[in-house]
């Protein structure tokens, strides 16, 4: 295989910076195996345009000359596809307890995994370390593979100014002010694209899940934390200080307990899976009649999910209350964008139905009859990988998706 040009290992996306270029590639991506005539037409562009960029992509290896195309009279017209498996990528999800990460080839396809958990209260150095440490686990097998390395993806919870990749604020981990790219560009000379959490899996959603088939959705993930992702003509929406989206924090009610955020009775105290957790110690120490007084150790999302799967009755209840209090965040929602598709996150609504169900009644009870009818809340197409396969997805992006 013919070299790639060196701006396109390290350092940044530069090289992919001609519109051209990336209209190019994109449209063999979605439309490959594909001849130069074809791309012509598709992209209005003139054939030499067309021929001269093509070997480009032929030179840096990214695109290939594939099997003959039918022909229409003349000699059969050679085909263009990506050469996808030829480059690897690295997708990291940072989260609070674990750091997940994936490489995966251009089309998304799964090469290899790591975890890693992350203690309570991690200091700063630590959770650096963890994250570089996480990534060198799939790197080196990439290395050695002698496969170039096109880029590393990094979902990070809290907010993220994706601009400078930087995480600005992530509260449930303590931490602020992290230049991850910079960090992770001088670790990796790769280039990094970082971003928050939710538009990260809004991202992989976006690409290989439930949002494939649909320009405009609205994510929500629902863990420690409560946020949701706007996306737009397939993109994200984002606002001046990259904190739209902070479902968590709408009050539900005014005399309610305390937030982390300083107010009274935001959703994130009702909804979240730590207030889950909460609610249902409570009730145990209320004594309530259940299995789980039968529990040895402390209560746990996992340990709440098991005992409802088991027809514990008490936890079936804390969990259709758990998706009351998300269904009224979620109505609010409707009414206000009137969107077409919500695409739920995180393990309480993947693990066991009643949440998305009891969450689901709810905003039919709850939000106007009219958008009600054009909405559609459904789970997350990938699952626990969303994470990873997000980040992922936040560098096929910047490879495919013409930059302006
Ligand atoms: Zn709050």
Redesign the pocket.
């Known amino acids: 295989m013919t070299p790639m040009p060196r701006t396109m290992q390290t350092g940044s996306f530069r090289w992919m910076k001609s519109i051209n270029k990336s209209i190019i590639l994109n449209v063999i991506r979605e439309k490959g195996p594909i001849p130069r005539a074809e791309i012509a037409k598709v992209t209005q562009l003139t054939p030499p345009t067309v021929t001269n960029i093509v070997g480009e992509l032929l030179d840096a290896g990214i695109v290939v000359e594939s099997d003959l195309g039918e022909s229409t009279g003349g000699r059969k017209p050679i085909l263009l596809r990506i050469n996808a498996s030829a480059f690897s990528v690295i997708g990291v999800y940072a989260g609070v307890d674990k750091i997940r990460a994936m490489s995966a080839d251009l089309d998304g396809n799964l090469e290899g995994e790591a975890e890693v958990p992350i203690p309570p209260n991690p200091d700063r150095s630590f959770y650096i370390r963890s994250i570089i440490d996480t990534i060198h686990q799939l790197a080196a097998p990439i290395h050695h593979s002698g496969r170039p390395l096109l880029g590393i993806g990094v979902g990070m919870s809290g907010w993220v100014d994706h601009e400078q990749g930087i995480s600005l604020s992530c509260p449930s981990l303590n931490l602020r002010n992290i230049p991850l790219r910079d960090l992770l560009e001088r670790e990796f000379s790769v280039p990094v694209e970082v971003e928050n959490g939710v538009r990260t899996l809004a991202m992989g959603e976006s690409w290989f899940g439930e949002g494939r088939e649909i320009a405009d959705f609205i994510c929500v993930h629902i863990g420690n934390e409560v946020n949701a992702a706007f996306v737009k003509e397939h993109s994200l929406v984002y606002s001046p200080s990259f904190t739209a989206g902070e479902l968590?924090?709408t009050t539900v009610d005014i005399e309610g307990p305390l937030?982390?955020?300083g107010?009274r009775g935001?959703l994130?105290?009702f909804g979240s899976s730590v207030a889950m957790v909460r609610r249902a110690q409570e009730g145990l120490d209320q004594g309530v009649i259940s299995s789980l007084n039968h529990h040895e150790g402390p209560l746990s999302e996992r340990v709440l999910f098991e005992a409802a799967r088991e027809g514990d009755e008490f936890a079936r209840a804390v969990l259709v209350d758990t998706g009351r209090y998300l269904g009224i965040g979620l109505a609010n929602i409707v009414n206000l964008f009137n969107p077409r598709r919500i695409i739920l996150c995180g393990d309480l609504i993947s693990e066991v139905p009643y949440v998305l169900h009891s969450l689901q009644e709810t905003v039919e009870q709850r939000a106007l009859a009219t958008p009600v009818a054009d909405v559609t809340i459904v789970p997350a197409g990938l699952g626990r990988n969303g994470g990873p396969m997000g980040a992922v997805t936040l560098v096929l992006m910047k490879l495919f998706q013409p930059q302006h």
């Open positions: 968590g924090h937030c982390g955020c107010n935001c994130e105290v």
